[in-house]
């Protein structure tokens, strides 16, 4: 039966490695109208980790400073230099979520509440859910009441609010973990969840901890202290993820298809992140956070130190500026990747919607800033060691880290926005190659890593007075006039096809915050 479901998962996943395949709007959502819903769920679960762990990860970690374009290598410029336009996804990501992610959820869901198959409908609750927040965060208002009525012959739908979206979605997480996964009308997924393998208190915990991030995103523009402190339940114990790759043509991760196959030679380490886990940026290349060399391949041309362009610096070629070697010489060249660090991914790395890490991590800026901070220090700790330990380290290695007063160590942070500066600058770092939208997300909502507006043509050498380590700088091909992006666009094929797009929606910009941003 695993077999079965592993096969299920792959047909549809292998699909949206054809662009002109996964977005054939064409595709007829009653085509699988009486498959049941187990047979449906392993697709439900896997598509939307499969769209935002692909192109989502691609732009997210760019914009969250943590990969760059390379020089020479064209693909990937235009999210680099912040040249977006409605165009740019058009067809990708928006459109794949809701035609082929919610729809399924949706189906799920309908399917399981006529059967009262809570389980179920716990599990399409949570992802669907997981989804339309990640669709708010970066396109603001999109449809959801309207969404998904193609079948009753509504193809234009009317957008909702951002905020009334996450009221929403805050009901159905509710309303979903109030409900009773354990009588006899609820079947037990088994190997059909890809996910927690029919564990329905680990979807409980995922539940509660996706309430918490929900929570906390608004927070700074809503008073949340009602809805944290009374947040009852236990919090992710684990990663909520799915591996199934396997090391063969159009079975791999996507982002190891693409970086280390596809487009080999496009993607490159951000100096913005490689330069935050070094310990000297100009003196000797002393590594000060051991996870650099798992995230990151050396160059292979020049294997002694890590090596990393200024953010959007892809047409550098011979003047880039480097980390590690002498401070009175500070160029180096760079033709292309070779001469590069790049990301290091595997072909069995998991699709992440939630990892361990992250879910301590919140868990510790909750404790600060609405239970007093006593439980602070163990949940940050817990979650910088569970960082390391998904990257195959051990909680001796993060030690290190967390024993170092100029870099990790809770003791080097006095005041509680210190404290809570040291939880996002770790939790940036445990999204690297992963979750580069959740990454991109987080940074806008805390501004942490700080963004720092200089000449993007200057020196770095010359901002050591003024600039901190893992602060975002300019892209240095921007196109924005050095406003760093804050959204995505709402496709051009909704705006062509849909009245109901609002006019607002039509006419924004990247640099436009969505409406919880208050930075």
């Not at 499969?50 to 969250?64: E, F, H, P, R």
């Not at 720092?452 to 007075?465: A, E, G, K, L």
Request: proline letters at 4%; one cysteine or more; a negative charge.
């Amino acid at each position: 039966m695993k077999r079965i479901y592993l096969i299920i998962i792959l047909l549809v996943l292998f699909s949206f490695s054809s662009c002109k395949k996964f977005l054939d709007i064409n595709h007829d959502p009653d085509a699988i109208e009486n498959v049941p819903i187990k047979m449906i769920l392993p697709s439900a679960l896997s598509s939307p980790m499969y769209i935002l762990g692909g192109d989502g990860q691609i732009i997210g970690a760019y914009w969250a400073q943590q990969w760059t374009q390379s020089t020479n290598s064209p693909q990937y410029q235009g999210f680099d230099s912040w040249q977006i336009t409605n165009s740019t996804f058009d067809g990708r990501g928006y459109g794949a979520l809701y035609y082929y992610s919610l729809t399924d959820l949706k189906r799920i869901k309908n399917e399981a509440r006529k059967t009262e198959n809570w389980s179920y409908y716990l599990m399409a609750t949570v992802i669907e859910s997981y989804v339309y927040q990640t669709l708010v965060d970066l396109y603001d208002n999109v449809p959801y009441t309207d969404a998904i009525q193609g079948e009753e012959g509504n193809i234009t739908p009317e957008f909702d609010m951002g905020e009334d979206i996450y009221t929403n979605i805050v009901d159905s997480l509710k309303y979903a973990l109030n409900l009773d996964v354990t009588t006899i009308t609820s079947e037990d997924p088994e190997e059909s969840d890809i996910i927690f393998n029919g564990d329905m208190n680990k979807w409980k915990e995922f539940a509660n901890t996706l309430l918490l991030k929900i929570y906390l995103r608004e927070s700074f523009k809503k008073d949340m202290s009602s809805e944290i402190t009374s947040l009852n339940g236990s919090f992710l114990s684990e990663d909520a993820d799915f591996n199934i790759f396997v090391n063969q043509s159009d079975k791999r991760n996507p982002i190891y298809a693409t970086a280390e196959i596809e487009q080999k030679g496009n993607i490159s380490m951000s100096r913005t992140l490689i330069g935050y886990l070094i310990d000297d940026m100009y003196g000797s290349p002393n590594i000060r956070d051991s996870r650099v060399d798992y995230l990151a391949y050396r160059p292979n041309k020049v294997p002694e130190a890590h090596r990393a362009l200024l953010q959007g610096d892809f047409y550098a070629n011979s003047n880039v500026y480097y980390l590690g070697g002498s401070s009175t010489v500070n160029y180096w060249g760079a033709e292309n990747i070779e001469y590069l660090s790049r990301p290091l991914i595997l072909y069995d790395t998991p699709l992440y919607y939630m990892t361990l890490a992250e879910s301590y991590f919140l868990q510790a800026e909750a404790d600060i800033r609405y239970k007093g901070g006593a439980e602070a220090q163990d949940l940050y700790e817990n979650g910088v060691k569970a960082a390391f330990r998904r990257l195959g380290l051990t909680d001796t290695d993060a030690q290190v880290i967390l024993d170092d007063v100029n870099y990790a160590a809770w003791s080097s942070a006095t005041t509680d926005d210190e404290r809570l500066n040291l939880i996002w600058m770790q939790k940036w770092v445990s999204m690297t190659n992963i979750q580069g939208i959740e990454a991109f997300i987080e940074h806008n909502r805390t501004d942490t890593p700080k963004e720092f507006n200089v000449n993007p043509n200057s020196d770095p050498i010359n901002w050591d007075d003024d600039y901190e380590r893992g602060w975002f700088t300019v892209s240095v091909n921007n196109v924005t006039n050095g406003r760093f992006p804050r959204r995505l666009l709402v496709p051009q094929s909704e705006i062509d096809g849909n009245p109901n797009v609002p006019d607002e929606m039509r006419n924004k910009k990247i640099y436009d915050p969505v409406w919880w941003d208050v930075n």
